[in-house]
C-alpha cells in the first residue's frame, strides 16, 4: 500500500496513520553510526564555561503557589514576623517585641506585629525521554534533549531551587533531589550516563512519578512523543495546584520536512517494523498536514490539562535560538 493511500485513511484510522508516520521519521537511509557520531556532539559537550556564565544569570519563573519546604529566593504566601514588611497581625504571646509595630499600634486597641514574606526554594522535576526515537537525528534529540535538560538544571541549583532528574523508561536512578551549584558536576556526570532505551510508557511514568513526589512542584518533560498515544493521560497525574507543568516537544527539522522522494523502506525505531512506500509529492504534503495536526493537537491536549507547551527544533543552539524562545514564553527569565 502506497504512502499516500495510508494517509487518505487518516480520519477513519488514525492509529495506523500515526504509525505510518512514526515509522517515516525513522526512514530507513537514516545516517550511519559513524556518520551519526561524527555529526552528534555527544554527551560530553553537554556545557562549556561559557555557556555556563550565560545560564548564571537566569531563573526558572514559577508560580507563587508552588510548594517549598526550605527557605530560598522565591516568593510565596506564607508570612512570618520580619522588618521586611508586606502585613499586619495582632500580637500574639512569644511573639518578637522588635517586629511590634508601635506606630500604628498606638492607633489601635491591639499591638500589632509587622508581617513579612517567607520566601522559599521551588522543586523542579525533570523527566527527560531517552527512547529509540530521541537518538534519531543530526545531532540526535537525545542530545538536544540531555544539553537542555543540563541547561536547566543548572539553572534551578544555581539559584537555590531543588532538583530531581529521571528518566521516562525509569531504567536508571533517578539523580536528587539535590540542592546547591555544588551538585551540578554530578548532574552533567548522570546526564552523560543515561542509558538508551528502546521504549518507554509515559503515562505509567508519570502515574509513578506523581506517587512518588506527593508535594509536587515544577514538571518539565522533555520528549518527542512519538511513541506516546494519549498525552492527557500523563497529564491528569500532574494536576494544579501541585503541579506547575511543561511540555517541552523536542523535533528533528527533517521530521517537520522531509527531502526524502521515490520507493523507500521505512523502519520503525522503536519496534523495528519495516514497511516499503512511495513517496510523492502529495504524499509528503500529506504527511506535513498531518504532524502540523498532531502538534496542534499536543498543544491543545496541554490547554486543557493546564500544562504548558513549547515546541523545540533538536537542532537550535540553545544559547542564540532555545533560551531566548524560553524567555519570551516566560519558562526563564533574569535572575
Not at 8 to 37: G, V
Not at 150 to 174: H, T
Not at 214 to 227: C, F, Q, T
Not at 268 to 275: G, I, L, N, V
Request: proline share 5%; net charge positive.
Amino acid at each position: 500500500m502506497s504512502f499516500s493511500a495510508t494517509f487518505r485513511r487518516l480520519k477513519t484510522r488514525p492509529a495506523e496513520a500515526w504509525e505510518a508516520a512514526r515509522a517515516w521519521w525513522q526512514a530507513a537511509n537514516a545516517p550511519t553510526r559513524r556518520d551519526a557520531a561524527a555529526a552528534d556532539p555527544g554527551p560530553e559537550s553537554l556545557t562549556d564555561a561559557a555557556f555556563l556564565r550565560t545560564l548564571d544569570r537566569l531563573a526558572l519563573q514559577t508560580q507563587r503557589r508552588l510548594r517549598g519546604d526550605n527557605i530560598g529566593q522565591r516568593a510565596s504566601f506564607r508570612r512570618l514576623p520580619a522588618s521586611d514588611f508586606r502585613e499586619h497581625r495582632v500580637y500574639q504571646p512569644g511573639d518578637d517585641l522588635r517586629h511590634v509595630d508601635w506606630n500604628a499600634s498606638a492607633r489601635a486597641e491591639h499591638v500589632f506585629i509587622k508581617m513579612g514574606e517567607q520566601t522559599k526554594e521551588a522543586s523542579l522535576h525533570l523527566l527527560l525521554d531517552s527512547s529509540a526515537s530521541m537518538q534519531w537525528g543530526q545531532p540526535s534529540k537525545l542530545w538536544a534533549g540531555r544539553r537542555l535538560a543540563a541547561a536547566l538544571g543548572f539553572i534551578a541549583l544555581n539559584y537555590g531551587d531543588r532538583l530531581s532528574v529521571a528518566d521516562v523508561a525509569g531504567s536508571a536512578a533517578p539523580f536528587g533531589p539535590k540542592m546547591g551549584k555544588a551538585h551540578v558536576p554530578a548532574l552533567l556526570r548522570h546526564l552523560r550516563e543515561l542509558p538508551l532505551q528502546r521504549q518507554a510508557n509515559l503515562g505509567a511514568a508519570a502515574a509513578e512519578y506523581a506517587r512518588r513526589h506527593a508535594r509536587g512542584g515544577l514538571m518539565v518533560l522533555i520528549s518527542d512523543l512519538a511513541d506516546v498515544t494519549d498525552l492527557g493521560q500523563a497529564l491528569r497525574h500532574w494536576r494544579a495546584p501541585t503541579w506547575q507543568v511543561l511540555v517541552l516537544h523536542l523535533l528533528h527539522p527533517a521530521e517537520l520536512a522531509p527531502t526524502l522522494r521515490g520507493e523507500i523502506e521505512l523502519q520503525d525505531s522503536e519496534t523495528s517494523e519495516r514497511a516499503n512506500y512511495d513517496l510523492d509529492a502529495h504524499a509528503l504534503e500529506r504527511y506535513r498536514a498531518f504532524v502540523g495536526d498532531w502538534c496542534a493537537g499536543l498543544e491543545r491536549t496541554c490547554l486543557e490539562h493546564g500544562a504548558a507547551y513549547a515546541r523545540l527544533l533538536a537542532d537550535a543552539p540553545l544559547e542564540t535560538s532555545v533560551l531566548p524562545y524560553l524567555r519570551r514564553r516566560q519558562v526563564i527569565d533574569a535572575a
